[in-house]
């Protein structure tokens, strides 16, 4: 099991509250577009807007893991840097 801390946590809250709505909006305003033009029928309309919430929660967790494996390679290259 992965070691968590509260700040890990308090990221993945900030990474949801700032992308997750966006992410949806956007991808619904996708789905609409194609829609209205006559892209896609109704059917996979409503298909995509129902696989908006588990693609907004991948982008949630993609970003948040993406963001703390990025500030640890950061801290531990100047940790490399000051010891040389």
């Known amino acids: 099991m992965k070691d968590s801390d509260p700040v890990d946590s308090l990221l993945l809250m900030r990474v949801g509250l700032y992308f997750g709505p966006a992410c949806f909006l956007i991808l619904t305003a996708l789905w609409t577009k194609l829609l209205v033009e006559g892209t896609i029928s109704t ?42």
């Open 43 to 84: 059917g996979v309309f409503v298909v995509l807007v129902v696989a908006n919430v588990p693609i907004t929660l991948a982008g949630i967790a993609l970003i948040a893991t993406g963001v703390s494996v990025f500030v640890a390679l950061i801290a531990l290259g100047l940790y490399a840097l000051v010891q040389s």
